[in-house]
């Protein structure tokens, strides 16, 4: 099997590790409600959720505000619970550029356009922070303050990017050893006209 075949087949293959039982599937195997299972996709449709997620801290800050003023525990600071929300954002920002350096790997070590699959999942990503108009801003702080980023989206993100690398590296080494195309040779001159025989002087007139 040639060195690029190896790598189609690491590409194609979903990341390693012992597959968990249907009961107890460990959590970074737990693939969330509506999440494309195609790897690239995945990471797209991660990337869209985080994305949303990251978006709306402006909008839900008030509402958490008051939740939390709300329902403190004893001996705990608002300051202190109100901050985590700010390093969450601060960690989020850092996991969005991992993803799209494995989006990007992912679209040039491919052998076909990829992007728009990837497009498509990022929008179903961020459709999981669609509320309808029955949800009060209380409930939609509430599933926002307990949200988290899918254990998996960050193991599957690092898996993606290297067997894209790999894939990539491996089509720069074929490219690289490849012989050269011979040249072709030149044409041949075309053979030079025939000198045209002279035509012989006329016979002069015999006189009378």
Known sequence: MTALAIALALFAQAPEGAAPTAETPAAEERLPAGAPRDDYQFVAWCYGALRGYLDMHDEMMPEVTRIESQFRKPGTKLEDDLKVYADMQKTGKTQLKTFQAAL??????????????????????????????DVTKARKAQEWMSWSLPARCETVSASLE????????????????????????A??????????????????????
């Open 104 to 133: 990007t790997a992912a679209e040039k070590a491919s052998v076909r356009p990829i992007n728009m699959l990837g497009a498509n999942a990022v929008r179903q990503g961020r459709q999981i922070w669609n509320a309808g108009p």
């Open 162 to 185: 290297a067997r894209a690398k790999l894939m990539g590296a491996t089509f720069k080494v074929n490219e690289e050893s490849a012989p050269p195309a011979e040249a072709a040779p």
């Open 187 to 208: 044409p041949e001159p075309a053979p030079a006209d025939a000198p045209r025989p002279e035509t012989p002087p006329a016979p002069p007139n015999p006189t009378r």
